[in-house]
């Protein structure tokens, strides 16, 4: 019997970073034209720092610049077609602790009628949008809140879902036993119960290590015991910068066995760096490839990012997310009486969604994790060929709810 994942530990796997804000809002020349009163969409996400993700930013200006350009936001009933406006804040330093919470009252100051994309650890920033009956579409859930409150409509299960995929995806690989590699924190002591969850048996999970989040020690113990112990495959989460250190000095220390990674760990850029040793690497993403070009959605991104982005955009799992919440969004917005936070939320909730970049979910549909928030529980097993990342021969998405059960 698969156990379910304890609850209360969830909510804490990734909420280890606090964010500082900065950062202003920005329009689109693609609107220009449109003579209907801008519609704000708030975009909150870490800045310059560990986690720095800046081609989320403008994956979602991308969008925004791609919807205006198609004609904006018609609203129901008649009247002028409407432009996006993307408002973007950039929480990027430990300095001030209350930063994100500042993002988040400027974009509400400003009428925002969603935030998309969210990515900061903080509950407040979720209980301000609440308060002001405003929807967070497509945020990176990182706290309790992102999993459990009525204002969160992620379009991904999160580091949880992913996390206990990686141990699903190595056994699939033919790994029996798993060793779990992750940061030394607080959170990334309750990452081996997630990987452990749905493994075949519970003595399959062999050994954690936690590697210090000082960039600049040394590990090369850490990763000759962790070789030593030879366990069939290494479960690694981390951040990127510590995801490819960690890969090469598993190989340098005579490592053999499969590794396999969060997508939102890896990038070509990160890759690149990893070199050799990253091939055959197995990474468990939230959405299809961006290598998977037969998928219309995915070329979609790619042409769009291309066209309308500001500057080359790396198609990671954050570009995907922050790209596919805001064409979420504006479908939804398209043929609304009344455009406003409060009219979006009740077009969302208890309804279908389809992305075309993972399977189809419909919000509010129990899950294993228990966790009302989480829309989906369903991941795809990509592996790194020539230093990109590739569906797998015969890969498909797969319902870690199923597993579950069994």
């Given at each position: 019997?698969?156990?379910?994942?304890?609850?209360a530990?969830?909510?804490?796997?990734?909420?280890?970073?606090?964010?500082?804000?900065s950062g202003?809002?920005?329009?689109?020349?693609?609107?220009?034209?449109?003579?209907?009163?801008p519609?704000?969409?708030?975009?909150?996400?870490?800045?310059?720092?560990?986690?720095y993700?800046p081609e989320?930013?403008?994956a979602?200006r991308a969008?925004v610049?791609a919807v205006?350009?198609?004609?904006g936001?018609?609203?129901?009933?008649?009247?002028?077609a409407?432009?996006?406006?993307?408002?973007?804040?950039?929480?990027?330093?430990?300095?001030?602790?209350?930063?994100a919470?500042?993002?988040?009252?400027e974009a509400?100051?400003?009428?925002?009628?969603?935030?998309i994309?969210?990515?900061?650890?903080s509950?407040?920033?979720?209980?301000?949008?609440?308060?002001?009956?405003?929807?967070?579409?497509?945020?990176?859930?990182?706290?309790?809140?992102d999993?459990?409150?009525?204002?969160s409509?992620p379009?991904?299960?999160?580091?949880?879902?992913?996390?206990?995929?990686?141990?699903?995806?190595?056994?699939?690989?033919?790994?029996?036993?798993v060793?779990?590699?992750?940061?030394?924190?607080?959170?990334?002591?309750l990452?081996?119960?997630?990987?452990?969850?749905?493994?075949?048996?519970?003595g399959?999970?062999?050994?954690?290590?936690y590697?210090?989040?000082?960039?600049?020690a040394?590990?090369?113990?850490?990763?000759?015991?962790?070789?030593?112990?030879?366990?069939?495959?290494?479960?690694?989460?981390?951040?990127t910068?510590?995801?490819?250190?960690t890969?090469?000095?598993?190989?340098q220390?005579?490592?053999?066995?499969?590794?396999?990674?969060?997508?939102?760990?890896?990038?070509?850029?990160?890759?690149?760096?990893?070199?050799?040793?990253g091939e055959?690497?197995?990474?468990?993403?939230?959405?299809d490839?961006?290598?998977?070009?037969?998928?219309?959605k995915?070329?979609?991104f790619?042409?769009?990012?291309?066209?309308?982005?500001?500057?080359?955009?790396?198609g990671?799992e954050?570009a995907l997310n922050?790209?596919?919440?805001?064409?979420?969004?504006a479908?939804r917005?398209?043929?609304?009486?009344?455009?406003?936070g409060?009219?979006?939320?009740k077009?969302?909730?208890?309804?279908?969604?389809?992305?075309g970049?993972?399977?189809?979910?419909?919000?509010?549909t129990?899950?294993f994790?228990?966790?009302p928030r989480i829309?989906?529980?369903t991941?795809?097993?990509?592996?790194?060929?020539?230093?990109?990342?590739?569906?797998?021969?015969?890969?498909r998405?797969?319902?870690?709810?199923?597993?579950?059960?069994?």
């Amino acid at each position: 019997m698969r156990r379910v994942l304890n609850i209360a530990a969830l909510a804490a796997l990734a909420a280890a970073t606090v964010t500082a804000c900065s950062g202003s809002g920005s329009e689109t020349e693609y609107g220009k034209n449109l003579t209907g009163e801008p519609i704000g969409l708030s975009l909150i996400a870490s800045g310059p720092g560990p986690i720095y993700q800046p081609e989320l930013v403008k994956a979602a200006r991308a969008a925004v610049n791609a919807v205006n350009d198609a004609g904006g936001v018609k609203p129901g009933g008649g009247g002028s077609a409407r432009p996006l406006k993307l408002v973007e804040c950039e929480a990027s330093t430990v300095t001030d602790p209350n930063a994100a919470t500042k993002c988040a009252r400027e974009a509400i100051a400003e009428k925002v009628v969603a935030g998309i994309g969210k990515y900061v650890s903080s509950d407040a920033v979720v209980q301000a949008f609440q308060g002001a009956r405003i929807p967070l579409v497509g945020t990176m859930v990182m706290t309790g809140q992102d999993f459990t409150n009525p204002a969160s409509f992620p379009i991904v299960g999160g580091s949880p879902v992913l996390a206990a995929g990686t141990g699903v995806a190595l056994q699939q690989a033919g790994a029996k036993t798993v060793a779990v590699v992750t940061g030394d924190s607080p959170s990334g002591r309750l990452v081996p119960q997630y990987v452990k969850a749905l493994l075949a048996a519970p003595g399959d999970l062999k050994g954690a290590y936690y590697l210090p989040f000082d960039a600049s020690a040394d590990l090369t113990s850490h990763f000759g015991q962790i070789a030593a112990a030879r366990p069939d495959g290494v479960a690694l989460l981390a951040s990127t910068d510590v995801t490819s250190k960690t890969i090469v000095g598993l190989r340098q220390a005579g490592y053999q066995g499969k590794i396999a990674v969060v997508a939102t760990a890896v990038s070509e850029a990160s890759l690149a760096k990893t070199g050799g040793a990253g091939e055959g690497t197995v990474v468990v993403s939230d959405y299809d490839a961006v290598t998977s070009t037969g998928n219309p959605k995915i070329k979609q991104f790619l042409d769009e990012t291309a066209k309308y982005g500001d500057g080359r955009i790396e198609g990671t799992e954050f570009a995907l997310n922050a790209w596919a919440s805001v064409h979420l969004v504006a479908d939804r917005l398209n043929g609304l009486s009344e455009i406003n936070g409060a009219a979006l939320t009740k077009s969302l909730e208890g309804s279908k969604v389809s992305l075309g970049i993972a399977p189809d979910f419909t919000y509010g549909t129990p899950n294993f994790l228990k966790l009302p928030r989480i829309p989906r529980t369903t991941v795809q097993f990509q592996t790194v060929r020539g230093g990109k990342i590739m569906l797998q021969p015969g890969g498909r998405f797969v319902d870690l709810g199923q597993l579950a059960k069994q």
